[in-house]
T-cell receptor, first 109, second 116 residues
Framework: GQNIDQPTEMTATEGAIVQINCTYQTSGFNGLFWYQQHAGEAPTFLSYNVLDGLEEKGRFSSFLSRSKGYSYLLLKELQMKDSASYLCAVMDSNYQLIWGAGTKLIIKP | GAVVSQHPSRVICKSGTSVKIECRSLDFQATTMFWYRQFPKKSLMLMATSNEGSKATYEQGVEKDKFLINHASLTLSTLTVTSAHPEDSSFYIC????????????FGQGTRLTVV
């Protein structure tokens, strides 16, 4: 079966760095997405990785290792507004998104 | 970036009535649209996938006669919740993907449905 695993909840301090991991097992692979979702709102796109390596975009970076079925989202210089759920999703061979359950990130002052 | 508009953002309806939710891609042609349902503190659950001009493909466990999906044009898909019951109360989100935007699924704002 298809499976996406990510931690349920993480806590970090304002100004610090946090890494949210995601491991996956899917039928085929056409890319991995990270989305941010604030409570009561639709997800917003953060990053897309299809090749191995690190993609940096401002305070957010995303890493992918296809051989290990592993990705992480790295958030630097954490701000209170970064408190949200972070969803990992993999596009399978049918171009459908398989979603993880999301990681709730709590930022403390 | 591409914009997907979902309407209404909130709706309250009585049990037994039907509710229609619209999802429009404003600046691109959405060859594929996805409808999701999200329960509190849970991830997105894919309900169905629709391609323009074709019947929607429903995920296992989703009643196609209850959740009617129409994707009549490349810019509009609708989800109709028929004979709504309180257990249908949820957050419904659409996302759209076009041939040129396959690397990103653009989401609508979501619809909070409350059935009383």
């Amino acid at each position: 079966g298809q499976n996406i695993d990510q931690p349920t909840e993480m806590t970090a301090t304002e100004g610090a760095i946090v890494q949210i991991n995601c491991t996956y097992q899917t039928s085929g692979f056409n890319g991995l997405f990270w989305y941010q979702q604030h409570a009561g709102e639709a997800p917003t796109f953060l990053s897309y990785n299809v090749l191995d390596g690190l993609e940096e975009k401002g305070r957010f970076s995303s890493f992918l290792s296809r051989s290990k079925g592993y990705s992480y989202l790295l958030l630097k210089e954490l701000q209170m507004k970064d408190s949200a759920s972070y969803l990992c999703a993999v596009m399978d061979s049918n171009y459908q998104l398989i979603w993880g359950a999301g990681t709730k990130l709590i930022i403390k002052p | 970036g591409a914009v997907v508009s979902q309407h209404p953002s909130r709706v309250i309806c009585k049990s037994g009535t039907s509710v229609k939710i619209e999802c429009r891609s404003l600046d691109f042609q959405a060859t594929t649209m996805f409808w999701y349902r999200q329960f509190p503190k849970k991830s997105l659950m894919l309900m169905a996938t629709s391609n323009e001009g074709s019947k929607a493909t429903y995920e296992q466990g989703v009643e196609k006669d209850k959740f009617l999906i129409n994707h009549a044009s490349l810019t509009l898909s609708t989800l109709t919740v028929t004979s709504a019951h309180p257990e249908d109360s949820s957050f419904y989100i659409c996302s759209a993907m076009g041939a040129a935007t396959v690397t990103e699924a653009f989401f609508g704002q979501g619809t909070r449905l409350t059935v009383v």
